[in-house]
């Protein structure tokens, strides 16, 4: 790490916390990229794109990095569920979730502006939502405000009691930072955690 500025190209307090945990120096940059869909885009494609262009963005900046960017992209039957941003769209998407099962396609791009690699992967986890009524939807809404997480719920806070059950490699992954994908990627890239 002695020859690399480690950077977190994310403005979420839940992934800077999770990069914490592995005990790196680390600073963090919050990359200005547009997160609207390709047409005819699949979600994993969508969500690795971003993580890449996030990274990239934010490697414009820095000759000597290594920048991890990010994406999270929840899917159901196919159809893409962004952050909701507002009320009205996140008790729609709860809704729809509920008693279904949603796939989160996280996406994890480690960049090296030095030497220009680039290692990217996508981390799928698989969440099965409770049967929720109107009323639990809307009291969980007041009080997380989960309005800037794709699927309108946040699994490390209240929205766990939405959940009637998870499946997936990495239980990071649903929070938005693949730590298992990233230790592997750092350490290609002559970075050892432990």
């Known amino acids: 790490m002695e020859n690399y500025k480690l950077i977190l190209a994310s403005s979420s307090l839940y992934r800077r916390e999770l ?14 990229v547009d997160e609207t869909p390709l047409p005819d885009e699949l ?22 990095a290594l ?5 999270q992209v929840a899917v159901l039957d196919g159809m893409q569920l ?17 008693g279904r099962s949603v796939v989160f396609h996280s996406a994890i791009c480690l960049y090296n502006s030095l ?7 996508i981390v799928p986890y698989t969440v ?7 009323a ?22 209240l929205g766990i009691a939405l959940i009637e059950h998870m499946r997936g490699d990495d239980p990071n992954a649903l929070i938005g930072l693949p730590l298992i994908a990233l230790i592997d990627m750092l350490k290609n890239e002559g970075v050892n955690v432990i």
């Open 128 to 134: 099965k939502f409770r049967q929720l009524d109107d």
């Open 43 to 64: 979600s994993e494609q969508t969500a690795l794109r971003l993580a890449e262009a996030k990274a990239r963005k934010v490697g414009q900046h820095h000759t000597n």
């Open 19 to 32: 990069l914490t945990r592995l005990y790196i120096p680390f600073t963090v940059e919050s990359p200005e």
């Open 136 to 157: 639990e939807i809307e009291r969980y809404l007041l009080k997380e405000q989960p309005y800037h997480c794709a699927g309108s719920a946040k699994s490390e806070g």
């Open 82 to 98: 962004g952050k909701p941003l507002v009320h009205d769209v996140a008790v729609a998407q709860l809704r729809m979730m509920r």
């Open 67 to 71: 920048i991890i960017g990010c994406d």
């Open 115 to 121: 030497s220009g690699s680039l290692q990217s992967t």
